[in-house]
T-cell receptor, first 113, second 111 residues
Framework: DAGITQSPRHKVTETGTPVTLRCHQT?????MYWYRQDPGHGLRLIHY???????DKGEVSDGYSVSRSKTEDFLLTLESATSSQTSVYFC????????????FGSGTRLTVV | TQLLEQSPQFLSIQEGENLTVYCNSS?????LQWYRQEPGEGPVLLVT?????EVKKLKRLTFQFGDARKDSSLHITAAQPGDTGLYLC???????????FGGGTRLMVKP
């Protein structure tokens, strides 16, 4: 049982179209995060959530929105996809307590053409 | 924006060699973590260090946290092909829960 799953794993979309990526957890963790990973930039935080309907921006939030209507689901939406949003997107979860680490999903590879 | 620098960015070595990867910041960490990531997968937590000067060992991997809690190192003894992957350090600043990631060190161990 993975505990955290991302869907889809791969997606190709056209410039200007909206795209939604889904992160689902079965761990009941309070915190959920969306990162993007690009060569030379490491992992950069897009948005995060600290509870149902409680979200905040990360360092690269422009062009992205998120929603968390249930503890287990955290959605990332690209309102109008651009080629600069071609990336690998990772969702992560944590309890938010002390020195707990993050548990990451397997990622979604998104290509915007 | 707090920056976390890792070096080297790339490392290609032969099986059996030793290596050290470094993680540095100008700011003090409240805690620091090391992750390993394999192709097509998300990062997996290896260790968390909290106390300045702390040393933790995980089989052939030795993790050290600097006395001032601004830097950390990962030393691998007698590297094996199974150690190949991307190694990421990530730090928490102050009492917050947010992790800031370094750019990673891509390690390749050749048989």
């Amino acid at each position: 049982d993975a505990g955290i799953t991302q869907s889809p794993r791969h997606k190709v979309t056209e410039t200007g179209t909206p795209v939604t990526l889904r992160c689902h957890q079965t761990e009941n963790h309070r915190y959920m995060y969306w990162y993007r990973q690009d060569p030379g930039h490491g992992l950069r935080l897009i948005h995060y959530s600290y509870g149902v309907k409680d979200t905040d921006k990360g360092e690269v939030s422009d062009g992205y929105s998120v929603s968390r209507s249930k503890t287990e689901d955290f959605l990332l939406t690209l309102e109008s996809a651009t080629s600069s949003q071609t990336s690998v997107y990772f969702c992560a979860i944590s309890t938010g307590t002390g020195t707990q680490g993050y548990t990451f999903g397997s990622g979604t590879r998104l290509t915007v053409v | 924006t707090q920056l976390l620098e890792q070096s080297p960015q790339f490392l290609s070595i032969q099986e059996g060699e030793n290596l050290t990867v470094y993680c540095n910041s100008s700011s003090v960490f409240s805690s620091l973590q090391w992750y390993r990531q394999e192709p097509g997968e998300g990062p997996v937590l290896l260790v968390t260090v909290v106390t300045g000067g702390e040393v933790k060992k995980l089989k052939r991997l030795t993790f050290q946290f600097g006395d001032a809690r601004k830097d950390s190192s990962l030393h691998i003894t007698a590297a094996q092909p199974g150690d190949t992957g991307l190694y990421l350090c990530a730090g928490k600043y102050n009492a917050g829960n947010m992790l800031t990631f370094g750019g990673g060190t891509r390690l390749m161990v050749k048989p």
